[in-house]
């Protein structure tokens, strides 16, 4: 009957490593998509702001870009 503890003891103590293992992989894998996701949307945001700013240079009259130069 001691043996059969022992081992129910060890299956539960594996199943326990096995599971916090898992969560861990998981909570890796979560942060790794959340940081793609996050420099995807910066990457758009950017990519937005410089087509609106150069939608707003290109409004500009040539003599008003000129006279900002000098």
């Not at 898992?22 to 959340?34: G, L, Y």
Request: no cysteine; net charge negative.
């Amino acid at each position: 009957m001691r043996n059969v503890e022992r081992l129910t003891s060890l299956k539960s103590e594996l199943l326990d490593i096995f599971m916090s293992m898992e969560v861990a992989e998981h909570e890796r894998r979560s942060r790794t998509a959340a940081q793609r996701n996050l420099r995807a949307r910066r990457g758009i945001e950017l990519h937005r702001e410089f087509k609106r700013l150069s939608e707003d240079i290109a409004e500009l009259p040539e003599d008003a870009v000129e006279d900002e130069m000098h």
